[in-house]
């Protein structure tokens, strides 16, 4: 028999034990929630060229903007599209890239595929299209490059697509169309490197708060570009297809580049957040890139970092 002092003492004890486990096991339940509802600060990167005959600084540039962009400790870093004039400059692209602290995740854009190439990006980079989550919010990366044909600067009308790479748009908006159903609709070629995407790419999961990245935005600003040519944008019939599918998964943001010149603008409910470019300056501005700061109900701050230097 335990004196009952002793008994009295070891109760009180384990009931401190259990108070404890409650208190912990609520902090850790508080600051998971918390955890997946926090703000999310996304740095953005855009049309670094890096060997275009136009921007002969596009190397030191881009490494300016890795040491900048650490100091500003984002929870990942998107490059929208337009890495380098080839695989031998998107290697020198991807040195450079990986002094960033953060993960990083790459989109295509139209010096990077063409309208018959797709298969060398994917040898390099893994896939085109693709999701990832950043603290809960989902972002969806798309290939714009298979919504149009960006091959001729010059052209006047709308350029046709060879039938394979019609075929190649068609699985990625398919694709597209399933990513609100709580599954990957193709799973092929995984992305691996420089994307460190972790567990939590290609979960899909419903509801919350869904982000787009492409290259080429579906809209003008306005008359910005003041150039009627077709090359600015993507145009119909793929606009009409993929605006059909944001708004149906409840995209309110793009976060897309080409434009080498930093614009926010609003058009059919959707907000576009134009990224300046690290290269040159094809249509004025300033080089340099965007922190987007998301907030749990899905709104979207943009703020434009200048580089400093130039083309």
């Known amino acids: ?170 699985k990625m908006l398919d694709w597209l169309k399933n990513q609100g159903k709580g599954s990957d609709g193709d799973d092929r070629n995984d992305q691996e490197g420089d994307n460190r995407h972790g567990k939590d790419h290609d979960k899909h999961h419903g509801g919350g708060v869904v982000i787009g990245i492409q290259h080429v935005p579906d809209f003008r600003d306005g008359n910005f570009p003041n150039d009627p040519k077709p090359y600015w944008i993507v145009n119909d019939p793929y606009r009409s297809k993929e605006m059909d599918i944001l708004h149906k998964l409840g995209v309110r943001h793009m976060l897309v580049g080409h434009w080498h010149n930093p614009r926010t603008f609003e058009h059919d409910g959707i907000t576009w957040h134009v990224a300046p470019a690290t290269s040159w300056l094809p249509l004025g501005g300033e080089l340099g890139f965007a922190m987007h700061t998301i907030t749990p109900d899905g709104d979207v701050r943009t703020e434009i970092v200048p580089l400093g230097t130039q083309p």
């Open 1 to 170: 028999m335990y004196p009952e002092s002793l008994l009295k003492c070891r109760l009180q004890s384990s009931i401190a034990r259990f108070a404890l486990f409650i208190i912990t096991f609520f902090a850790l339940f508080v600051l998971g929630a918390t955890n997946s509802q926090a703000q999310v600060t996304i740095a953005q990167l855009s049309d670094t060229h890096v060997g275009e005959q136009h921007s002969p600084h596009a190397a030191d540039n881009l490494r300016r903007a890795v040491e900048m962009i650490n100091q500003r400790h984002p929870d990942a870093v998107v490059l929208s599209g337009d890495i380098g004039e080839g695989p031998d400059n998107w290697q020198i692209a991807r040195q450079i890239l990986k002094g960033l602290k953060a993960p990083l995740y790459y989109a295509p854009g139209n010096h990077d595929v063409h309208s018959h190439d797709v298969s060398r990006y994917r040898s390099v980079f893994g896939k085109d299209y693709y999701s990832f989550q950043v603290k809960g919010v989902r972002f969806l990366v798309i290939d714009s490059q298979l919504l149009g044909n960006w091959d001729q600067f010059e052209a006047r009308s709308v350029p046709p697509m060879p039938p394979e790479t019609e075929d190649e748009s068609k």
